[in-house]
Every structure is written in C-alpha cells, then in structure tokens.
C-alpha cells in the first residue's frame, strides 16, 4: 500500500500485480488480492462522504456495499462494461449455479447503489430492462486522456521512427486479447495489401493473442502490417498524431456491442477518423457526427472495404477527422464529464435514504482509490 498526494488529494494505492496476458486463474486471483487490501483499506480509512466504485471487474462494487453495510456510506457505482454478460457470453464463466449467484449479486450491486453510472444511455436502458431496478440510471462518457499528457502533439515524430515516408498509417492501439478481434486487422492487411499498397497497419499493444497474429502475418508475409510494442501513455498523442485512421474492433460476440472502448475516444480527440468492424452505441454516434465508418459485426468485407475507403480518399479523412474532434469536444471532454459525475456524487451524498442516518461529520474527499 502506497499513500500519495496528487494535485492536494490523499490517494491510496493498492500495488497488485496484473497483466493482460494473464489467464482468467490469475486474473481472478489477482483482483482477489487486491479486493482483500482494499476492503481493509475502506473500512478502516478515514469516513467519506460518498464511494464511486468502477467496474470492471463487478467484485469492485463489493467495496461500494461494505461501506454502505457498515459504514452508513452511500456508493455510486459506474458500469463501464456489462462485465457479467461478456464473462458469460465468452465463456469465461460456465457452471450455471454460478452464473445465478453472480447474476444475483449483479443485481444487489444495482439495487443498494444510490446511483448507477453507464457509458451510454443505450447500455443503461439496457441495465434497467434486465434487472427492472428503480435505482437511477446516468450517463457520463469515458473521456479522453490525450490532452492531459501532452497537449501539443508532434505528427512527425512517430512517423520517423516507424519510417513510412508517404504512407497512409491506420492505427490500433490497446490490448489485443481474446475479446478484442484484433484477427480482423490481419484480415484487412491481407486483402487490402494488393489494391492499397499505400497503406500501413499499425497494432500497437499486448495482449495474451499478440504472438499468434504475430506469426500469422509472418506466414501470409504482410509487410502492410506491423505488430509494435506498448508505447508509455505520454506517448500517445505523438503516436496517434503520426496516423491517419483509427480502428477498433471487437470479437463477434453480440454482447460487445453494449461495452466501451477507450480508443474511440482518445481517436476522436486527436481528430482521427474511426472504422469499428461492429455496431452498438459507438457506431451510432459515429453515424451521427460522420465521424468514421461501421460495419455490422462478422460482415468483414464491409470492415476491409471501410478501411480501403477511407484509405484511398484524403478528403473524406479531413472532412471525418474534423467531425471526430467535433464529437469529442462534445462527448469526451473531461472537465464536462468530471462536472457531470460530480453532481451525481453530490446527490447521492444529498440524498441519504437509502443508508443508515451517519454518525459524525461528513469528510469532504475520500482516502481511498485504486483498481486492480
């Protein structure tokens, strides 16, 4: 346990270690870990006000209910994904008495939190009809990180080091795991390799599939596709700045639709045009701001064919690229977001109903912050 002080605010951090590349044993065991120290750390800190609690992983809002039981403190609690559903639909969870009780358990997360935060008012309305909770369902969008690492970005920077010349550059930057489809951007190289010679495929990442797509585009020798190593997140701005197009893409899985990915909008604030290979609330907000171009989830040829598109045409990149940073300035703008969840946690610190009457004075700021 590390207690820091950041900008005059008392973080606790709770140093458990975790890795993309860890299978879902380890994984498990990992945020248990870190769910033990923590629960110790919440009952015995200083009282706050008010908990936020994120998930994934869902054991998180265990702190959020601990503190409300026997603290008398309300929690807010931000679903940033349908962790449990995706659990489920990949198979990560199979024995179905388990599925019951985690199902439960999902459902006591909604019912005791004072406020629920989702991504998407889709992926709420979504929430609310399945668990047909009362508990009030809000929307505050996962912003961008860009511009608090390096607000003037260098577009030639990367470009040097990844010595493309002239090249169109699309880029993929995050984990490349079993969810994340990253088999779609060996799919693309293949076909496009031919008719956009032009074109660059950068996947910038780990994840537990690196190695595989790695070997497999050696084996079809795509010399349009490069597999690079993590960049520091200081970097990302010169990295996205150096590329042309933005891709994100998912495994064929339904459920996925209704997640969130951070790369939209990092993307959209560094003004880059977007291709996700799926729909859901992302791909429609991409269609209203014509910020990027979709295709429906297993149509490859329509992901390969919006690559190409975008590609092969500068001004339909200018004309999206602009419409991105647009939506980004309305939707992923930090201070806004951060305004509009702390009014959330201000009502839900005002409106005290669903916990115990509290003894002593309130404190202001909580200790405690960390996540696995």
Partial sequence: INRINVNGIAVTVINVRYEQQFGYGRRIWSFLKWLTVAAFVVLSARRPDVICVSSPPLTVVALGMLARMFRSVPFVFEMVDPYLDAAVALGAVRNRLLIRMLRKYEEQCFSQAAAVVTEHELVGEFMARKYNTRTPIETVYYPSDTDLYNPNPDRERFRRQWQVGEKVVAVYTGSMGR??????????????????????????????????????????????????????????????????????????????????????????????????????WQ?????????????????????????????????????????????????????????????????????????AAPSGNLQAKSEFSGRA
Avoid at 179 to 201: F, M, Q, Y
Avoid at 325 to 336: G, I
């Fill in 179 to 280: 969810v994340h489809g990253a088999d779609s951007l060996v799919e693309a190289a293949t076909r496009l390799k031919d008719s956009h010679p032009d074109l660059l495929i950068l996947a910038i990442g780990n994840g537990t599939e690196k190695q595989r797509l790695e070997a497999l585009g050696r084996r079809q020798e795509l010399t349009n596709l490069r597999f690079l190593p993590p960049v520091p997140k200081a970097d990302i701005p010169d990295v996205l700045a150096g590329a042309d197009i933005g891709l994100v893409s998912v495994a064929p899985i339904p459920i996925l639709e209704y997640t969130t990915s951070n790369k939209l909008s990092d993307y959209c604030k560094m003004g880059l045009p977007v291709v996700l290979n799926y729909g859901g």
């Fill in 283 to 355: 791909a429609m907000e991409l269609d209203k701001y014509q910020a990027g171009l979709w295709s429906p989830m297993n149509d490859t040829d329509g992901f390969v064919e919006n690559i190409g598109k975008l590609a092969s045409d500068g001004r339909l990149r200018e004309k999206m690229g602009a419409n991105a940073a647009k939506m980004a300035a309305e939707m992923f703008d930090r201070v806004k977001m951060a305004r509009r969840l702390e009014k959330i946690l201000e009502r839900a610190v005002g409106n005290r109903s669903c916990v």
